[in-house]
């Protein structure tokens, strides 16, 4: 089983960088695919990224490309999600998933998740 603890999070201004966190451990963190995911108040999970075990692939929300990045260092068991240009809509709790076994990609179903990290841009 793994357990995946975010960190990155904060409170910044609108135009600024962050980057996220998503440590693993318990498990082999080089077989999974990592997703990331956000959920700003009153609102429905969003999913953000994804990368695959190896790093090779991504993907990102389409009104996201560009600005945010995920990539991973499974020599560390941690994924990262970069954040540029950050904008008061993008003030969320962000996640970070796992999932193994899929059937497609990305994958929309994941099962270990970490607890969050908030986000909450100022303009």
């Known amino acids: 089983q793994v357990q995946l603890v975010e960190s990155g999070g904060g409170v910044v201004q609108a135009g600024d960088s962050l980057r996220l966190s998503c440590a693993a451990s318990g498990g082999t963190f080089s077989v999974y695919v990592v997703g990331w995911f956000r959920r700003a108040p009153g609102q429905d999970r969003e999913f953000v990224a994804a990368?695959?075990?190896?790093?090779?692939?991504?993907y990102y929300a389409e009104s996201l490309k560009g600005r945010f990045t995920t990539s991973r260092d499974n020599a560390k068991n941690t994924a990262y999600l970069e954040m540029n240009n950050l904008k008061p809509d993008d003030t969320a709790r962000y996640y970070c998933?796992?999932?193994?076994?899929?059937?497609?990609?990305?994958?929309?179903?994941?099962?270990?998740w970490g607890q969050g990290t908030q986000v909450t841009v100022s303009s």
């Open positions: 998933a796992a999932v193994s076994r899929i059937s497609q990609l990305p994958p929309d179903v994941y099962d270990y």
């Open positions: 990368i695959t075990p190896g790093g090779g692939n991504t």
